[in-house]
């Protein structure tokens, strides 16, 4: 073997062929950590509030939420005891707040990275025999439904679970039906059950930076400054947590999917969301 032939081989083989493998290895291992991060965060400070939510109900509805301090959940885990309270308005500010954002954004910036080398660069986002769109109208519509998702959830939807949970949660499935019905008849299947799971990562994500934190910001000002926070803003907030701990199940099987042929169909989907939306609401009583 020449040199010149040498050097092709490995060209070929490490620079092109092993070494886009070996990125989007390092891209998928990123996005499957950074998400076990987000969602069992997630979980944790919903079991925590629910812990908090059973402490205060004897108590009774009445009493200011800036007294609602005398409770606390204890805990047992690594060798340690740890009680935890919660405080709606602390009487004094911590020099150090730790803020839990950072691995939605890397769940999001990961998955998204990983969609676009995969399905978008590697052409797959329809079928390569009698596709009903063409690749690049795929693309122009997977990104469109990515933003136009968020747009609908958050001035429609969202607002709709504030006035009647039940209301938002039958629009909101009869939406999902609808959609996953129409990203099977033109997308490839598997790229389906990757866009509506695009599609539903981004609310979640827009959620946390878009609705929470800011929500959270203003709340910190308010007690810097001796005011009382908004505690509307406050349940809202909390409200689309809580959705995201619904969305985040179907969003896992969802991403799962393309590994398993036998959830290539959009009535397995449709039955897997509202599966997964029943979990969820046993763990958020648990």
């Given at each position: 073997?020449?040199f010149?032939?040498?050097?092709?081989?490995?060209?070929?083989?490490?620079?092109?062929?092993?070494?886009?493998?070996f990125?989007?290895?390092?891209i998928?291992?990123?996005?499957?950590?950074?998400?076990?991060?987000?969602?069992?965060?997630?979980?944790?400070?919903?079991?925590?509030?629910?812990?908090f939510?059973?402490?205060?109900?004897?108590?009774?509805?009445?009493?200011?939420?800036?007294?609602?301090?005398?409770?606390?959940?204890?805990m047992?885990?690594?060798?340690?005891?740890?009680?935890?309270?919660?405080?709606?308005?602390?009487?004094?500010?911590?020099?150090?707040?730790?803020?839990?954002?950072?691995?939605?954004?890397?769940?999001?910036?990961s998955?998204?990275?990983?969609?676009?080398?995969?399905?978008?660069?590697?052409?797959?986002?329809?079928?390569?025999?009698?596709?009903?769109?063409?690749?690049?109208?795929?693309v122009?519509?997977?990104?469109?439904?990515?933003?136009?998702?968020?747009?609908?959830?958050?001035?429609?939807?969202?607002?709709?679970?504030?006035?009647?949970?039940?209301?938002?949660?039958?629009?909101?499935?009869?939406?999902?039906?609808?959609?996953?019905?129409?990203?099977?008849?033109?997308?490839s299947?598997?790229?389906?059950?990757?866009?509506?799971?695009?599609?539903?990562?981004?609310?979640?994500?827009?959620?946390?930076?878009?609705?929470?934190?800011?929500?959270?910001?203003?709340?910190?000002?308010a007690?810097?400054?001796?005011?009382?926070?908004?505690?509307?803003?406050?349940?809202?907030?909390?409200?689309?947590?809580k959705?995201?701990?619904?969305?985040?199940?179907?969003?896992v099987?969802?991403?799962?999917?393309?590994?398993?042929?036998?959830?290539?169909n959009?009535?397995?989907?449709?039955?897997?969301?509202?599966?997964?939306?029943?979990?969820?609401?046993?763990?958020?009583?648990?």
């Amino acid at each position: 073997m020449t040199f010149d032939s040498l050097f092709r081989w490995i060209y070929v083989h490490v620079f092109i062929g092993d070494f886009k493998e070996f990125i989007h290895l390092v891209i998928r291992w990123t996005h499957v950590f950074a998400g076990i991060l987000w969602v069992g965060t997630t979980y944790y400070f919903t079991w925590l509030d629910g812990r908090f939510s059973e402490l205060e109900k004897p108590v009774g509805s009445a009493m200011n939420p800036s007294e609602k301090s005398g409770k606390n959940v204890w805990m047992v885990h690594s060798g340690g005891f740890y009680r935890v309270e919660k405080l709606i308005v602390p009487n004094v500010m911590p020099e150090k707040l730790h803020w839990f954002k950072w691995e939605a954004a890397l769940t999001w910036l990961s998955g998204i990275l990983l969609f676009v080398l995969v399905y978008y660069h590697g052409k797959i986002m329809v079928d390569m025999e009698d596709a009903r769109i063409k690749e690049g109208m795929a693309v122009f519509w997977s990104i469109s439904l990515i933003m136009f998702g968020w747009i609908v959830y958050d001035l429609i939807l969202a607002k709709l679970f504030l006035k009647n949970e039940l209301l938002g949660v039958s629009i909101s499935y009869a939406v999902i039906v609808a959609l996953t019905f129409g990203l099977f008849y033109y997308f490839s299947r598997r790229a389906a059950c990757l866009q509506l799971g695009a599609m539903l990562g981004t609310i979640m994500t827009s959620n946390v930076w878009m609705r929470i934190l800011p929500a959270q910001r203003r709340m910190v000002i308010a007690l810097k400054e001796g005011r009382e926070p908004d505690h509307t803003e406050a349940r809202r907030a909390k409200a689309r947590s809580k959705h995201n701990t619904f969305i985040v199940i179907p969003v896992v099987f969802l991403m799962l999917s393309p590994h398993f042929p036998g959830a290539y169909n959009w009535i397995t989907v449709c039955i897997m969301v509202l599966a997964g939306w029943s979990v969820a609401k046993w763990l958020r009583r648990a």
